[in-house]
Nanobody
Framework: QVQLVESGGGLVQPGGSLRLSCAAS????????MGWFRQAPAIQREFVATIFSDGNTHYSYSVKGGFTISRDKAKRTVYMEMNPLKPEDRADYYC???????????????WGQGTQVTVSS
């Protein structure tokens, strides 16, 4: 069993910042790529950022230059610094990790429960 637990969401004023975290636990052999997605009300879930196992990163055009994704392999945790936040960044944010479980050779995608980010004055 693998679980991802997210934290760090909340209410912030426009121009403010937040740091999201997503920690994996369970019978994990290794974790490949990690990423963040978001879903605003009445809008399809969209890609935000990913960090590959070699440390390279990729961002959606809408957040490039403002959001920073990072990872701590030892802690099995992915982070995302969001600064500056804009009202259009309001959404539920979900982390995703490509996990190879103990005793297996293939990676499977796991998702966090979501954390809400509200940007409002």
């Amino acid at each position: 069993q693998v679980q991802l637990v997210e934290s760090g969401g909340g209410l912030v004023q426009p121009g403010g910042s937040l740091r999201l975290s997503c920690a994996a636990s369970g019978r994990i052999f290794k974790i490949n790529d990690m990423g963040w997605f978001r879903q605003a009300p009445a809008i399809q879930r969209e890609f935000v950022a990913t960090i590959f196992s070699d440390g390279n990163t990729h961002y959606s055009y809408s957040v490039k230059g403002g959001f920073t994704i990072s990872r701590d392999k030892a802690k099995r945790t992915v982070y995302m610094e969001m600064n500056p936040l804009k009202p259009e960044d309001r959404a539920d944010y979900y982390c995703q990790q490509e996990v190879v479980r103990m005793g297996t050779i293939y990676a499977h995608s796991y998702w966090g429960q979501g954390t809400q980010v509200t940007v409002s004055s």
